[in-house]
């Protein structure tokens, strides 16, 4: 009964690859995010969708691109990836009842 | 622009020590307020929030925040720490006219020593 999931949970992989990272909630939440966590531990919101459609981008590369197929879903595309790119990307949804973030497990990226 | 200072990059304690972790935020509007922990290897989760009322809440584990506007702080404090507690800990805004957005603080680390 995981609230909000995450898939893979580790991601290594090459520079110039394209990958993806897959969530998923099943609270009913209206509202999903991806956010970037560097070796430093800051957390940087990337992106916000709102019932499908894209509400926040916080100037991130356009190599990053979100995709909502629905209101329980928000998939992250990275093209041509980084060095820079590697950190944990972390996916998580929001209650318009209580206004909380509920964030999922984490994926760790590394890119060599 | 919103944004949150953590003045603790890493506070170590001895267990049964008691905790302040600091935390100041910049808007002139209303706002609400998080704290959220990292567990080692773990999601964030949610400690406390404030959104309104008494400017003193209590969060799960023992944990309580102090909203002082005139200061625009918004501290963690936690009377009797243990070394369960070690973790990072987040402090985070949102603007209530922009609700969806979440501001978060560059975390403290800490450590506790058994």
């Known amino acids: 009964d995981t609230a909000v999931s995450q898939t893979p949970k580790y991601l290594v992989t090459q520079m110039g690859n394209d990958k993806s990272i897959k969530c998923e909630q099943n609270?009913?939440?209206?509202?999903m995010y991806w956010y970037k966590q560097d070796s430093k531990k800051f957390l940087k919101i990337m992106f916000s969708?709102?019932?499908?459609?894209?509400?926040i981008n916080e100037t991130v590369p356009n190599r990053f691109s979100p995709k909502s197929p629905d209101k329980a879903h928000l998939n992250l595309h990275i093209n041509s990836l980084e060095l820079g790119d590697s950190a944990v990307y972390f996916c998580a949804s929001r209650s318009g009842a209580t206004d909380t973030q509920y964030f999922g497990p984490g994926t760790r990226l590394t890119v060599l | 622009a919103q944004s949150v200072s953590q003045h603790n990059h890493h506070v170590i304690l001895s267990e049964a020590a008691s905790l302040e972790l600091g935390c100041n935020y910049s808007?002139?509007?209303?706002?609400?307020l998080f704290w959220y922990v990292q567990y080692p290897g773990q999601h964030l989760q949610l400690l406390l929030k404030y959104f309104s009322g008494d400017p003193l809440v209590k969060g799960i584990k023992g944990f309580e925040a102090e909203f002082i506007k005139s200061k625009f702080s918004f501290n963690l404090r936690k009377p009797s720490v243990q070394w369960s507690d070690t973790a990072e800990y987040f402090c985070?805004?949102?603007?209530?006219?922009?609700?969806?957005?979440?501001?978060f603080g560059s975390g403290t680390r800490l450590s506790i020593r058994p």
């Open positions: 609270l009913g939440h209206d509202t």
């Open positions: 808007y002139g509007g209303t706002v609400n």
């Open positions: 985070a805004v949102n603007a209530r006219s922009s609700a969806s957005k979440i501001i």
């Open positions: 969708y709102n019932n499908k459609e894209l509400i």
